[in-house]
C-alpha cells in the first residue's frame, strides 16, 4: 500500500505544478489581455471638441505571447457607455488605445465616435469582458489619482 502511495505523488506534484504555471496570475487565466492605461482627464479644458474627446482613453494590452482576437469584447463604464471590439487583433506584447471621438481606426488605436466624454474625472471604473460576458479586468480611478491611471 505504501508503494502505491509513493508512485502517486510524483504525478500529483506534477499536476500541481503544472496548474500553478498555467494559471499563475488572473490576467494570465483570463488570456493575458488587461486594461494597463486609463487617459480619463483629456489634457486642457473639457470643450468636447473631437481632439479633446480622443485625449481620453483606455489603453489595452497582451501581455502574452500570441496574438488575441478581441471580437465581440467589450469595454465599459458603470453607466453602461459600451465599445464593442470589431473583428480585431492584439498582437503579441502590443497595446491598442480606444479613444472617446472619433478619427480612421488603426492596429494600435480604435475610436467609439461619441460626442460626449465617457470616462468620469472625479472617479470611475473601465470594465473589460469577453463576447461571452466574462470579466477580463478592471480599472478604478479616484480624484486622488491626477488625470491617468496606470492599472
Known sequence: MHKRIRAALPALAG???LTGTLLS???EAAGGVIIYRVYFDSPGKDTRSNASLNGEWVQIKNTSSKAISLKG???????NHKYTFPNVKIGAKKTIKVHTGSAKDTTADKYQNRKAYVWN???DTAALSKASGAKVDSCSWTTRDPSDKYC
Open 73 to 79: 469584447w467589450v469595454l465599459k463604464d458603470p453607466q
Open 15 to 17: 499536476a500541481v505544478a
Open 121 to 123: 474625472n472625479t472617479s
Open 25 to 27: 496570475s488572473p490576467a
